[in-house]
């Protein structure tokens, strides 16, 4: 439990707040790559602030403030050219490091004029990877952005969903070291949901929490499993501040602002070893919706979707004040205790634990539990069917297990890449 003045510090993200300046340390995914395909440019809210990412005409990414310095117009109604961005009430023009580089009426009037050099715009470092756009709004040197081991993995078809959540970051993260609730919010209430009223699912018999470079791991033993389990011996990890690997798709729960979270999930579905060698030249994204328009509540069907509920649920802002945490709920302790240090470290002066600064290290990072040989060895087709009938069981016919709504396109490509 917190004080309510404890929760305000683990909650609040804006510039200037114990959590909003550790988490300015990270980079963290805001768009996919393939959504500039056929736009260039997109509002953003990230951590408070009113941003604009856009790819200018030579490829080049940009995130700046949504405000013009000039008399404040709305720049993500601006547009690009060959270098930089122009806004379009009197076209000023800035380059990705926030430069002001033309000023049309002031340029021709008073061409030697040293006008433009004052008017920078806030710009911040954006970069790509695994097809993702990253930002990174903290200070100078800037770490890395860390390469996991899967963006790594060949013969896989990947893909990228967001989804709009109405609450704030960390009850979401949380939920990354919350071993019990497969049990419940996943095993018993998709039976429940499914109209059925048992059996229930087999109970944990233990759960245990291990630290690691980057955060922490954690493995489950159900009643009718032993440890050589593979829920037991791969652990699923909650890595700092804001990220959960369960196996191989990632989510982040990036903070919009204090009440606003963007859930970004990214899959690797190895294909069946009869589909080898399989490349994909670019990887799609979609959106994810919650809500179901004939009800107005939140949609139920879909392992993140059914987390979901969870989050809202919990409130706008969890009131940890009114919580009672037991012994399952130590992962979450050990999360919180962590990020208080890391907020201790910030203030400091010192960098929070799981930054990346190494180029030899971060080549790859390989994450605990021999994820590379498991994942990378592949099935033949039949253990393939087997594993993936497994994993859609809660919704026959649907191709992606974790949200709702997959695009008929990306289902198709997804079909197409595994030879369904
Ligand atoms: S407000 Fe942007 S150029 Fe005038
Ligand atoms: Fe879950």
Request: one cysteine or more; charged letters at 25%.
């Amino acid at each position: 439990m917190l004080t309510e003045q404890e929760n305000e510090r683990f909650t609040r993200v804006g510039r200037g707040t114990p959590m909003g300046e550790l988490l300015r340390r990270y980079w963290h995914p805001i768009a996919a790559e393939t959504e500039f395909d056929d736009i260039s440019i997109k509002p953003i809210r990230l951590m408070g602030e009113d941003l604009v990412l856009y790819r200018d005409e030579g490829g080049t990414f940009g995130l700046v403030d949504r405000h013009c310095p000039h008399r404040r117009a709305d720049m993500s109604y601006g547009f690009v050219e060959e270098c930089g961005i122009r806004c379009n009430y009197h076209g000023w023009k800035f380059d990705e490091t926030g430069r002001c580089i033309a000023q049309p009426f002031e340029d021709s009037v008073n061409p030697n004029s040293r006008f433009k050099d004052q008017v920078p715009i806030t710009a911040y470092r954006v970069a790509t990877k695994a097809g993702l756009v990253w930002a990174y709004l903290g200070p100078e040197p800037a770490p890395l952005i860390p390469t996991w081991e899967p963006f790594t993995y060949d013969n896989g078809f990947c893909q990228i969903a967001f989804s709009d959540i109405p609450c704030n970051w960390l009850q979401c993260q949380e939920n990354s070291i919350d071993p019990v609730h497969f049990e419940w919010l996943h095993n018993n209430w998709s039976m429940v949901l499914s109209g059925q009223k048992g059996p229930y699912a087999p109970t944990h018999k233990k759960i245990s929490f291990e630290e690691f470079d980057y955060g922490f791991g954690y493995h489950r033993l159900l009643e009718n499993e032993d440890e050589t389990n593979f829920n037991w011996l791969l652990q699923r990890l909650c890595i700092l501040p804001n990220l959960f690997l369960p196996r191989t798709h990632f989510e982040w729960r990036v903070p919009v602002d204090d009440e606003k979270t963007l859930s970004v999930v990214w899959n690797y579905t190895r294909v069946p070893r009869d589909c080898e060698p399989y490349k994909q030249d670019k990887i799609p994204y979609w959106y994810a919706p919650i809500t179901d328009p004939a009800t107005g509540r939140w949609i139920t069907s879909h392992v993140i979707n059914q987390d979901t509920v969870a989050w809202v649920g919990q409130g706008t802002v969890a009131e940890r004040n009114l919580e009672h945490l037991g012994r399952g709920d130590r992962g979450v302790i050990m999360l919180r205790r962590q990020l208080e240090l890391d907020m201790q470290a910030v203030a400091e002066g010192r960098d929070p634990k799981g930054i990346i600064r190494d180029e030899a290290a971060n080549v790859c990072i390989d994450l605990p539990g021999n994820r590379r040989e498991l994942f990378l060895a592949g099935l033949e087709r039949e253990d393939w069917l087997r594993q993936f009938a497994l994993a859609t069981k809660n919704n026959p016919g649907d191709y992606f297990s974790l949200l709702v709504g997959q695009p008929p396109h990306i289902r198709e490509a997804f079909a197409k890449a595994v030879g369904l």
